[in-house]
């Protein structure tokens, strides 16, 4: 039993897409989250700097004593979780590539036609390919780059006609000619935006790796018998610029489940 908090991170509010399924799955855990909003997207920057922000992020998270620590972006997985994994051996750190490979290799066939969606760097990075290729040899994979779509969402810019039009721009010719069935939502971010590409997309089937990654989550807290017992309340989201998406957001998602937003900028902590 611990009753230590879960730790959660991303570039934005993309992340936030993981937790209410972990808090249908898990109620008893409490869960401190950084969205680093003064600093989205990540996913168009230089690898080296991606890898400073989550050094920060997951020293900040450590020193707020979490039990574990989930990496609720892609574009993080995709480039640095051995380095941080290796800068915290002792606490459990979860990606979110690998939870979506093991769903995609268990569910798709080589008649399949698989199409990844993510940032720039993720999808530079091959890391789904990789890793679904290594569960699947045989499977069929196209990925595309969407960098627009972080964007407009970290603007709350989704039940609209300039996001229909972004996501059509970037995915009518490659679904199309690809035969893509099967699309995999690389980023956090893109399940909010889920409902416009399944609106656009009626045939296509969506894996949601916000969602997969609880299946780890779960895995991980049994294997190290670090389940909460509930008897601490109250979940702490910290962003590094307190934009109104991100409140409203949070306020719309989790209102009555007891929670704080907090300001927490590493550049300047003198901010209030
Ligand atoms: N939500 C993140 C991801 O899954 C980051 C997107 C970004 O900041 O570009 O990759």
Redo the contacts with the bound molecule.
């Keep these: 039993m611990d009753n230590r908090p879960i730790g959660f991170f991303?570039?934005?509010?993309?992340?936030l897409t993981c937790i209410p399924s972990l808090m249908n799955a898990l109620p008893n855990e409490r869960i401190v989250y950084f969205g680093?909003t003064a600093r989205?997207?990540?996913?168009?920057?230089a690898v080296g700097t991606i890898r400073n922000f989550a050094f920060e992020i997951t020293d900040f998270l450590a020193a707020e004593d979490v039990k574990m620590i989930v990496i609720?972006?892609?574009?993080?997985?995709?480039t640095c979780l051995a380095e941080l994994r290796a800068r915290h051996p002792d606490l459990p750190l979860i990606g979110?590539i690998s939870p979506a490979a093991h769903a995609v290799a268990a569910s798709c066939t080589e008649k399949n036609r698989i199409g990844v969606i993510?940032?720039?760097?993720?999808i530079q990075s091959g890391a789904y390919r990789a890793k679904i290729l290594k569960l699947a040899p045989g499977l069929n994979i196209f990925e595309a780059p969407c960098?627009i779509?972080?964007?407009l969402i970290?603007e709350g810019i989704i039940e609209n006609e300039i996001m229909d039009l972004s996501i059509r721009r970037y995915l009518d010719d490659f679904t199309e000619a690809n035969g893509i069935d099967t699309l995999v939502l690389?980023?956090?971010?893109?399940p909010l935006i889920k409902e416009n590409i399944s609106r656009l997309y009626p045939g296509l089937s969506i894996v949601d790796?916000s969602t997969e990654v609880i299946k780890s989550i779960e895995g991980s807290l049994a294997g190290y018998g670090l389940f909460a017992d509930g008897a601490e309340a109250g979940h702490v989201f910290y962003a590094s610029d307190l934009s109104e998406n991100f409140v409203n957001m949070i306020e719309r998602i989790f209102k009555g489940s007891g929670f704080t937003v907090a300001f927490k900028n590493f550049d300047l902590e003198s901010m209030v």
């Design positions: 991303d570039s934005g509010l993309g992340g680093d989205t997207p990540y996913g168009s920057k609720a972006c892609n574009t993080v997985s995709a979110i993510g940032t720039k760097v993720t960098p779509f972080v964007p970290e690389g980023c956090t971010h893109y790796p």
